[in-house]
């Protein structure tokens, strides 16, 4: 077993320590049907031993890029582990993003193995992803196929093999993960073991997470926290590429039988859930806080949820991004209590305040890249609304492979340091709050002026009859038209009385008053990631089909 000792700066070093400290305590608990497989931390970290022996003996060594394409489950989790420990280089992609985007991230990548099941390797092969760099193929499964060793092969080839754990710095390149690509082609953003580290410490500072708690991640990279925390992380049976279609008991059941302490889930995992346990007089006692991110999180959805936790417990909603995470944090009270009424008149989204450690800053509105140092003369005026700057240990300093997108993304600062353009639109408030106002790509620009998407979509869905609600743009400048398109609650029927009715609500507020024409749509297309961001450009080209 690797000793605590002799590990650098990596997510791997804090699941040594446990299972020095607490061997025989569950690291994680992966649930199929009625079946629980539980690894304590000292197993895991055996196996991510044992991980490490066997792709080095195949050639993985530090720096090795790696595309892993393997379900949630224990390969997923050793595996990662393994890599960083021995300073390889994970490539994730999302497994549910069409086949053009996947091939396109993977030959930017351009990784040099590829471990997964036998469907992606398929895929690999039918369409030529990474062909021109690949030298090592690992299927995980049972069966053999020629050219390919199976992972337990690889795990065979291994067990004699000494090993050391490589001493990582902050500095070096710990994986490649891919943004979602809801507003372009995905980029890989570069993290380093120092973006993990400090992501861990300002998520277990800000929400109190101590060690011996459970945590249900609906996310899969993020249960590689939970054991990086100390906490036990209980894998719940879903798909994760569609987490707003997820079964209710699914997630309630391991909360209630291993009274899970900390929840993540997309606001569309929420929404889901929330109305389930809300219609059958559902509490989650032991829950101690539930975060969620991805998108905004509509003030119903929070206030749906919260009453299924106990008194004092808060649904946390931080703002981020793959290139940045976390950035910034609010709580359900101060939602429900101060913020969500704003929000309904056309306000933004309040996203709260900036971590500790972290600097945030709002420039002017460009979309053209800032090749010069950074100077304040970038700023807005307070409480103008701008794009967002950030700049901290968990920001990601470059993209893989692009560096066009370094050159739109990244402002250098004259003492060697950035900041990250966000790509986010928001405004800042007397108390240091940031509202947020939508992506600067999906502003609409018309002849009186800029329309923002969630402050005028906010208008329409505080409606009761309105689920969700998109503002997209139609026609060329400068006769551009902004077009709300309504998805509605389950039973609500579509009529001319409802359309009237939302017109005028629209009408009797400044922020949504140049709206006038309105669609209904039956099903708002959302990402694969978190089925939370609406497509509003497919929504765009659709809108203009039906406006001739």
Known sequence: MTSPS?????????????AAREPDRSAIIFLKGRKETAWSFSRLNAETDACCRGLSAVGITRGTRVALMVRPGPEFSSLTFAMFRMGAVPVLVDPGIDRRSLGACLDTAAPEAFIGIPLAHLGRVLL???????????????????????????????????????????????????????????????????????????????????????????????????????????????????????????????????????????????????????????????????????APVPPK????????????????????????LPVTSIGGNEILSETAGLTDRGAGVCVGRPFPGLELRIIRISDTPIPSCWSDDLLTAPGETGEVAVRGPNVTRSYFGRPDCDQLGKIPCADGGFYH????????????????????????????????????????????????????????APSRRPVIIIEFEAGVRPSKSLKDELLLLASSNPVTAGIKDLLFHPSLPVDIRHNAKIDREALAVWAGTRLR
Not at 240 to 268: C, Q, Y
Not at 461 to 474: K, T
Request: aromatic share 6%.
């Open 128 to 294: 030529g992803w990474a062909r021109r760099t690949l030298k090592t193929r690992i299927i995980v499964g049972p069966r053999r196929v020629p050219g390919m060793r199976t992972l337990a092969e690889v795990l065979r080839l291994g067990e004699d093999r000494p090993y050391q754990a490589v001493s990582s710095g902050p500095d070096d390149t710990a994986a490649i993960l891919f943004t979602s690509g809801s507003t372009g082609i995905p980029k890989g953003a570069v993290y380093t073991h120092g973006n993990f580290a400090a992501q861990v410490a300002m998520l277990r500072d800000h929400f109190g997470i101590r060690p011996g708690e459970v945590d249900l991640p609906t996310f899969p990279l993020f249960a590689l926290f939970a054991p990086s925390l100390g906490m036990t992380a209980v894998i719940p049976e879903m798909d994760f590429t569609k987490p707003g279609r997820v079964d209710p008991e699914n997630i309630i059941g391991p909360i209630l039988r291993h009274r899970v302490t900390h929840l993540f889930g997309s606001p569309a995992l929420l929404d889901r859930v929330g109305r389930w346990g809300e219609a059958r007089g559902v509490a989650l006692p032991s829950l101690k806080r539930v975060v969620s991110a991805g």
């Open 421 to 476: 353009r966000m790509g986010d639109l928001a405004r800042l408030d007397d108390k240091g709050r940031v509202w947020f106002c939508g992506r600067k790509a999906h502003r609409v620009i018309v002849a009186s002026g800029t329309l923002f998407s969630v402050p005028c979509e906010s208008v329409f869905n505080a409606h009761p009859s309105v689920r969700r609600s998109a503002l997209v743009g139609v026609g060329r």
């Open 6 to 18: 002799s590990l650098g700066v990596d997510l791997s070093a804090p699941l040594a320590e446990t």
């Open 301 to 324: 959805v929070v206030a749906r949820f919260q009453r299924l936790l106990a008194p004092g417990v808060e649904v946390h909603t931080p703002y981020g991004a793959t290139e940045a």
